[in-house]
C-alpha cells in the first residue's frame, strides 16, 4: 500500500518485540553495524519482509527532498546485522544496551559501494566516499534494509529487493547520520530508477507498484536525458 507522509524518515525498521515491520527508525548508519560474512549472493532462501515505507505523493515531491541524485552502478556490497533495542515506555526512549541486555532482535542490512557516472545533485556539504566531491568516478555507499537474516538465510523487503552486483540506477538520496559519503534511497522503492542495459529508465515502481502511474513516468526515456532534465530542478 502506498503511504504519503512529508517527512524525511526513509523507512520503518522491525520492532523488536513484533513480527511485523513498523517501528519508526531510520536506517543505522554502517559505522554502528555488525558484519557479518556470508555474501547475500550465495544464500539459496529467502522470505520477504512486509514495510511501510514513508513515500513521497509524486516524483516531484521526491525530488524535491533528495539531497544526492546520482546515475552509479554497484561494484560491492557486504551485508551487515544491526541490534534494535525495544521501547521503554516509562522513559520514552529506546532501552540502552545495558538496560535491554539479550533482549534484542538484529535487524539484516546491506551496505552497496556504488561507482558513479552522473550527478545531477549534490547539495552543500554531502560528499563522496572518503570526503571526496561527488563526481564522475567516485564512490558512495548506499546502506538498505535487507540481506542476511541472523539464522542465514536472505530477508528483503516485498517491494525493494536488495542491490545487487553490477545493478545500476538513477538514485534520489539522503544522507545517513555520521556517515559521510554513506546514503539512504527516499521512499524506499520511489528513488531508484533503473538503467537497462540499452540506457533506458525502469522504475523499480513499475514492476512493484504497476498501478503509481507518477513513478514511471519516465519509463522508456534514456538515463542522460533524465539526469539533464534533473540538473536544472530548484534545489
Known sequence: MHESKKARMLLLLPCVWGAMVGCAREAPSPEVAQPVSQP?????HSHPMTVHWVTHDSFKEMVGES???V???????RPVAQRVYGWNEKAQRYFTPEEAGDRYA?????????????VARAKAGLVALGGAKLGPDSKLEIVELGGLAPDGHRMEPDDKPVLRLAEEAIFFLIPAAKHPGAYHVLGG???RLRVTA???????????????????VHDGRTAKALMDELRGTPR
Open 71 to 77: 546515475q552509479a552502478r554497484v561494484v560491492s556490497s
Open 40 to 44: 547475500l549472493e550465495s544464500v539459496e
Open 198 to 216: 540499452s540506457g533506458e529508465v525502469q522504475a523499480l515502481g513499475s514492476e512493484v507498484h504497476p498501478g503509481l502511474a507518477d513513478f514511471s
Open 106 to 118: 538484529e535487524t539484516p542490512l546491506t551496505v552497496s559501494t556504488l561507482v558513479v557516472s552522473d
Open 189 to 191: 522503492w520511489q528513488g
Open 67 to 69: 539531497g544526492v541524485i
